[in-house]
């Protein structure tokens, strides 16, 4: 798959790094001369130094043979202009869009509604054809993570019953020694172990393998059983009643929309960003979309240091106390009793502080913490300090974009554990080696694992009998360097 790629930020570096490792064709434009070198001399792709807004500069970029073009640009117009301008010559051509801006996303579904209701087709704003919005895709990563109590990170597979959940595993746990050759006579329910990380490392789980203490499995299984799962990794306990979000700027106001009108979530948070069907591909298999479960008696606190936002956010959420309070001020946690909060989720635009005040209020007597980072590295940093969910704002960005591009028959969805491992989604062709063939076929070098199928609209965790038919839409777990082999195992080789 070609792609060109406008900005190489965190999100657009990391990006490009993804699609290279993933073997795609990708070109990359970025004007700022410091971080053009920076990528040029770190990613195996061509690298324009340059403006993107250019169609001098596009077709440099080879955009006339591309599948797609993605702007992670860090100005909402220019993603949108440049996106306009490639739609304008290239109408076929996937076009992605960062945007920070919730209006552009709100009037781009009233624009799609109205060309709905009138029969008209399209109705992308400048031909663009997805908008990613950061906050919204970290929001409900949060929402997610709180509706399974928070106790570990967990990715949603809509339209199927099941969850990746991940979690580390307690001393004297029932999980704790087990041999996964046992894992049956511990949990006789559906699920599956599909990875572990241990000591800074991951690797593909087995029937071999023996959990200890400290490990943090990945554990494939129902929704409905997610929190048992949980449980036999030792942690668990009460509902979360009290949850206290600091940070009252976009990613908080979403997520205290979220916990406090549930009901709503499904228009304000999903419905805009719902990803049309791809002709020749059927439907996704899933993504990291999930409403939230209502729960009752919930109170939340929201500490904001803005004094006129803490007004605008009593306003519109009366059911919330709102304090206008520094969280770094000891004698504030004291009075207010922040430390008798169930969950304390740290939403600011500061990573740092979002760390520390996680790790200080569970130390001061908070039962739960999820804290927003900017990468990946500080999230495995975050849980070592005793944080129980990390969101890395600029990795789910990244997925989000990753899950939206089309026109290959295998695309990374998540990556998971420490980077090395990913999640992959594919339909397996007519003609593939896999059609017909049972489930002890499928084998990788580097090792992987077929923890989903879906075939006629019906999901499940595929067992020894389990054959491939054509059609069948599969889930696969695999360590990096996997995707020509999986691809050609599943389908025509492109």
Known sequence: MRIVVVGAGRVGFSLCRRLVQENHDVSLIEANEERARHASNRLDCLVINDEGNSFSVLEEAEIGKADALVCVTNSDELNMIICGLAASRYPRLVKIARVRNSEYIRFRHTERESASAGGVPGGAVLGIDHFIHPDVEAARWVLNAVDRGAIGEVLAFPGTPYELGSVDIAAGSPLDGLSLIDYRRVYPGESLVTLVERGGKSFLAGGTTVLTAGDRVHI???????????????????????????????????????????????????????????????????????????????????????????????????????????????????????????????????????????????????????????????????????????????????????????????????????????????????????????????????????????????????????????????????????????????????
């Open 220 to 494: 494939f299984t129902r929704g409905e059983d997610t929190e048992a799962v949980f449980k036999l990794a030792g942690q668990g306990g009460p509902a979360l009643r009290r949850i206290g979000i600091v940070g009252g700027g976009q990613i908080g106001t979403l997520i205290a929309e979220g916990l406090i009108h549930p009901e709503k979530q499904e228009d304000e948070l999903a419905e805009p960003f719902n990803i049309p069907n791809t002709p020749g591909r059927g439907k996704r298999l899933f993504s990291l979309l999930k409403t939230l479960r209502p729960k009752s008696q919930r109170r939340i606190v929201i500490i904001e240091q803005d004094y006129n936002l803490c007004k605008e956010l009593s306003a519109r959420f009366p059911e919330a106390l709102v304090l206008n309070e520094d969280i770094s001020d000891e004698s504030f946690v004291a009075e207010e009793r922040i430390n008798d909060l169930d969950l304390i989720i740290t939403a600011t635009e500061r990573q740092e502080l979002n760390i520390i005040a996680a790790v200080y209020l569970k130390a001061r007597g908070v039962r739960r913490a999820i804290a927003l980072a900017s990468g990946a590295g500080y999230g495995i940093i975050a849980r070592q300090l005793g944080v129980n969910v990390v969101v890395p704002l600029g990795q789910v960005v990244v997925d989000s974009i990753i899950s939206r591009l089309s026109g290959s028959a295998l695309r990374g969805v998540h990556r998971i554990g420490d980077e090395g491992i990913g999640i992959y989604e594919i339909e397996i062709a007519p003609e593939a080696e896999a059609a017909e063939k049972p489930i002890t076929k499928f084998r990788v070098n580097s090792g992987g694992l077929v923890m989903l199928a879906n075939r006629g609209g019906d999901s499940f965790i595929p067992r020894g009998d389990y054959v491939f038919k054509a059609g069948d839409r599969v889930a696969v777990i695999a360590k990096h360097g996997s995707e020509k082999e999986i691809e050609k195992f599943f389908a025509v080789e492109l």
